[in-house]
């Protein structure tokens, strides 16, 4: 179950689209009402509105007055939903959104618990045209009733950890389960598709992922040019950038990558031996056998799946841990943010002990050290976390996302 969560300034747009009244949307959907929260019966859009103002301007204006959300099930979990199942759905949604308390890295609260369920709210199920996938819109009032703000530090992380939380009460698979066992997949059936390629050629390249059961979107400038492109597979969509290592299955590093697959090694003579074949690899860090651990479901902890030499390893990993990863490599400012978040917990469970870092000095010395070659046994899990994360970075480099923000 995916879950998306936005304050937003333009509330009463949101509350057209959600309603239907909206004549914006490319494909028409079935649209029904599911419930209202502290609001008159029935109201339309400009009354779910003007109520909302009406509690804001009992205590003090807010920018972003609205908190827009998505709740995205899967079909197969909703196929024999009635008007109560879809409500006690998000009413079970609304309570593990409201309990969270999020905690910075300096340790000190940055969001507290909020009040979706004493605020005004309205929630409609919208069903798409073309493939017939029920999903839930709602629109929110930032401000509840008692004049307490919800405090949207965080929210899209509050959203999907809410989501997370219900699917697993409710024994429904995961939205990030799917996608990390997936992805591995994915990333093998294109270096595949490129592999089985005696030339580089993108029509080839595509025509092997179709053949493979998957959609490829093609992504063209105004001149026709081939820009970009994703897969999609199943309800899953993947994004090129998404997929490979460093980024290498995007429509720029296709040709380069298809090279390095294709390349031969040379023969080269040795001093005191005779030809012997050389290649030049990156040295892996060394195996640990100190994740056993972590293998195992405890309270507190969630889902985490790595590849490790094409092997998919499911761990359970403190979720403040996994919150404090995916605060420091954001995936909305940085590009590599899952290879990133691997590499951290990789580390964080004892799978890899921490190779090596060069660090670079102007005194021309140089040398290579790391500052975690072992977890200190006084060290708590934030503690050692926040380590993992730096070594990750050192180790892979933090890359920002560059282009228009929206």
């Known amino acids: 179950m995916i879950a998306k969560a936005k304050a937003i300034s333009h509330g009463i747009n949101a509350i057209r689209y959600i309603t239907g009244e909206s004549q914006n949307k490319k494909h028409p959907e079935k649209i029904h009402r599911i419930l209202d929260n502290l609001l008159p019966s029935q109201p339309d859009t400009m009354g779910i509105w003007n109520s909302m103002q009406l509690t804001l301007s009992r205590?003090?204006?807010?920018?972003?007055?609205?908190?827009?959300?998505?709740?995205?099930?899967?079909?197969?979990?909703?196929?024999?939903?009635?008007?109560?199942?879809?409500?006690?759905?998000?009413?079970?949604?609304?309570?593990?959104?409201?309990?969270?308390?999020?905690?910075?890295?300096?340790?000190?609260?940055?969001?507290?618990?909020?009040?979706?369920a004493n605020s005004k709210y309205t929630v409609w199920l919208h069903t798409e045209s073309e493939g017939g996938v029920p999903h839930l819109h709602a629109a929110v009032c930032r401000m509840d009733e008692d004049g307490n703000i919800n405090n949207d530090h965080n929210i899209h992380l509050r959203a999907q950890h809410a989501a997370e939380r219900v699917a697993k009460k409710r024994g429904w698979t995961t939205a990030a389960q799917v996608r990390n066992s997936n992805i591995h997949q994915v990333n093998r059936d294109c270096m595949d598709a490129l592999k089985s390629m005696q030339s580089w050629s993108w029509e080839a390249y595509k025509n092997t992922l179709v053949r493979k059961g998957y959609a490829v979107h093609e992504r063209k400038d105004g001149n026709g040019i081939l820009r970009g492109y994703a897969l999609v597979n199943g309800n899953t969509k993947y994004k090129a950038s998404e997929l490979g290592v460093g980024r290498n299955l995007m429509i720029s590093k296709l040709p380069k990558t298809w090279e390095k697959l294709h390349h031969k090694p040379q023969v080269c003579a040795s001093s005191n031996q005779s030809k012997e074949t050389r290649t030049?690899?990156?040295?892996?860090?060394?195996?640990?056998?100190?994740?056993?651990?972590?293998?195992?479901?405890?309270?507190?902890?969630?889902?985490?799946?790595?590849?490790?030499?094409?092997?998919?390893?499911?761990?359970?990993?403190?979720?403040?841990?996994?919150?404090?990863?995916?605060?420091?490599?954001?995936?909305?400012?940085?590009?590599?943010?899952?290879?990133?978040?691997?590499?951290?917990?990789?580390?964080?469970?004892?799978?890899?002990?921490?190779?090596?870092?060069?660090?670079?000095?102007?005194?021309?010395?140089?040398?290579?050290?790391?500052?975690?070659?072992?977890?200190?046994?006084?060290?708590?899990?934030?503690?050692?976390?926040?380590?993992?994360?730096?070594?990750?970075s050192r180790l892979l480099g933090k890359k920002p996302k560059t282009g228009l923000k929206r």
Request: charged share 25%; net charge negative.
């Open 59 to 116: 205590f003090r204006p807010i920018k972003n007055s609205v908190i827009r959300i998505e709740l995205s099930p899967s079909a197969e979990h909703t196929r024999f939903f009635n008007v109560e199942d879809w409500q006690k759905l998000w009413q079970d949604f609304v309570a593990e959104f409201d309990k969270q308390l999020i905690i910075g890295k300096d340790g000190k609260v940055r969001s507290c618990p909020t009040h979706l």
């Open 280 to 392: 030049e690899q990156t040295p892996k860090p060394p195996v640990s056998a100190n994740y056993t651990q972590y293998d195992t479901y405890r309270s507190g902890t969630v889902s985490y799946t790595l590849n490790h030499e094409n092997q998919n390893l499911h761990f359970y990993i403190p979720e403040k841990v996994l919150d404090c990863f995916n605060d420091e490599f954001d995936y909305r400012h940085t590009a590599n943010s899952r290879e990133l978040t691997d590499m951290a917990v990789a580390i964080f469970v004892g799978l890899l002990e921490t190779p090596n870092v060069a660090t670079g000095g102007g005194g021309g010395g140089g040398g290579s050290q790391s500052d975690l070659p072992w977890r200190d046994k006084d060290e708590d899990d934030l503690q050692w976390a926040r380590r993992c994360a730096r070594a990750a």
